[in-house]
């Protein structure tokens, strides 16, 4: 059953106005991007938009053949979040608590919360902490809205320590986009496809990061709703998805971080309907620095202490032997790519959840190109050694035009919804980027001998 909302609103939806308001910013331009309100896609989310969830079962889907109910529940506890940002987690035991932590430099700052911010809403709540909408009461800046999340109470010295490795994850992408040579990124100190940092700090032993705020919710809550409405997501949008969570994940990589947790519920939908990479509760720098007077590790040795594992249902096998690396990041975006493209119920237990990790997709139909297919599957090569890299993935020949053809409308529209993967899709786009036809032939041909190239064929 679908939780209650978290918020109700008593007009319309964040999600219906925003596809409103896009579908009147491209009146009279190409097909690509005049008809926004005409795709399935936003029909789906339209009608179900958070603030008007009624309680339903969740979806069973059709593009899966019947499996044994023990092997595949219907159910997988509180997910997916239906909230824009879900709270704060901390990922380890915390430490038994011992008198008041010493304040952090120059970020302990009593009463600053309810000094500088107003509460709008509650987007989410839990056991970890809760995140909230709020605007600045600044009436020079009260236009401003953002997501800020608020940690549970700190538990002692390690705890606090593990929340504010958070803050340093985010402080070093922040500082990653700032030096891109990526004229794209550098001007705004953010990726496109990262949820943007803006501040944190400390006040009562409770630790605020502020972030954007993405007003569409997250992607797990877009892939219910759809996958209860259609039976299975347009290969064209597909790809789109593709090439803006590769990009995030190749910027991550770049940066020399890996994320540990990426999942449909960690990606978040702006209100131009981009899809942005959050949730770094389980990140860290890789590879990890050794603690000081320390030999620095050796290749894929596993530092002493470390322990994180994201969520089950996404997780690398080789995670849980222990072994760490940006290999497993790509396992996650597979996996959530193949329930994005197949409509699937993730197996979170039993043979099934086996299955997928051994490279056995026969549980699994997939009504899609053999090109989505082959990357999908080298995305989930059971050795981490076998796997595509993130590099291949982004340079991938069809996510290369999908992303073009993307920035193509953004570069004569701006920021607009129809350039998003929910945007209407033109006759014969799928097509073009698959390079099926005279247009666009040549470009192709250069687009995959490069690829080729690149993996020693």
């Known amino acids: 059953m679908l939780p209650p909302p978290r918020v109700r609103t008593p007009g319309a939806s964040p999600l219906k106005s925003a596809l409103e308001a896009a579908s009147k910013s491209t009146s009279g331009s190409s097909s690509s991007t005049s008809t926004a309100m005409n795709s399935p896609t936003i029909n789906a989310v339209t009608r179900n938009a958070p603030g008007f969830l009624s309680q339903r079962e969740r979806r069973v889907s059709q593009n899966l053949r019947t499996p ?29 608590r011992a008198g008041r932590l010493p304040a952090s430099t120059n970020e302990e700052e009593s009463g600053r919360f309810v000094r500088d911010f ?22 020079a800046r009260c236009t401003d809205v953002f997501a800020v999340n608020k940690s549970k109470r700190f538990e002692g010295v390690k705890h606090r320590l593990r929340l504010r490795e958070e803050v340093d994850i985010l402080k070093h992408t922040s500082d990653a986009a700032a030096r891109s040579s990526d004229t794209s990124i550098r ?27 993405c007003e569409l919710g997250n992607f797990a809550h877009f892939l219910w709703e759809y996958g209860r409405t259609f039976p299975q997501l347009d290969e064209a949008r597909v790809w789109k998805i593709m090439a803006e969570l590769a990009g995030g994940l190749r910027f991550i990589h770049d940066a020399n971080v890996i994320h540990l947790d990426l999942k449909p519920a960690n990606i978040f939908l702006t209100g131009e309907g ?11 720098v890789w590879p990890r620095p050794s603690p000081p007077g ?22 690398a096998p080789e995670v849980l032997q222990g072994r760490y690396g940006k290999a497993a990041d790509v396992f996650s975006l597979g996996m959530t790519m193949l329930e994005t493209a197949s409509n699937i119920i993730v197996p979170d237990q039993g043979e099934a959840w086996h299955r997928l990790r051994r490279e056995d997709f026969s549980q699994v139909e997939l009504d899609a190109t053999p090109e989505l297919w082959d990357l999908i599957k080298s995305m989930m090569r059971t050795a981490p050694a076998l796997r595509i890299g993130i590099l291949l993935v982004d340079a991938h020949p069809v996510v290369v035009r999908a992303r073009r053809a993307m920035e193509r409308i953004r570069s004569r529209y701006g920021a607009v919804f129809g350039a998003s993967p929910l945007g209407a899709v033109p006759e014969g786009f799928l097509d073009e980027i698959l390079a099926r036809g005279r247009h666009g032939a040549d470009d192709a041909d250069e687009d995959k001998d490069d690829w080729e190239m690149d993996l020693g064929a």
């Open 294 to 315: 320390e030999p620095s590790l050796i290749p894929g040795q596993k530092p002493a202490g470390f322990e994180r594992e994201g969520d089950k249902l996404y997780l």
């Open 118 to 139: 107003v509460e709008i809403d509650e987007l989410g709540s839990g056991e970890f902490g809760r995140v909230m909408k709020v605007r600045y009461k600044d009436p």
């Open 274 to 284: 981009r899809r942005k990479i959050g949730d770094f509760g389980m990140a860290s």
């Open 187 to 213: 001007p705004a100190r953010r990726h496109p496809n990262i949820l943007a940092y803006v501040d944190s700090w400390e006040e009562d032993e409770t630790l605020y990061i502020q972030t954007e705020l």
């Open 68 to 96: 044994a109910p023990a092997l595949f529940p219907t159910l997988h506890g509180q997910r997916p979040h239906t909230h824009a940002h879900p709270a704060q987690q901390s990922h380890v035991q915390p430490a038994v």
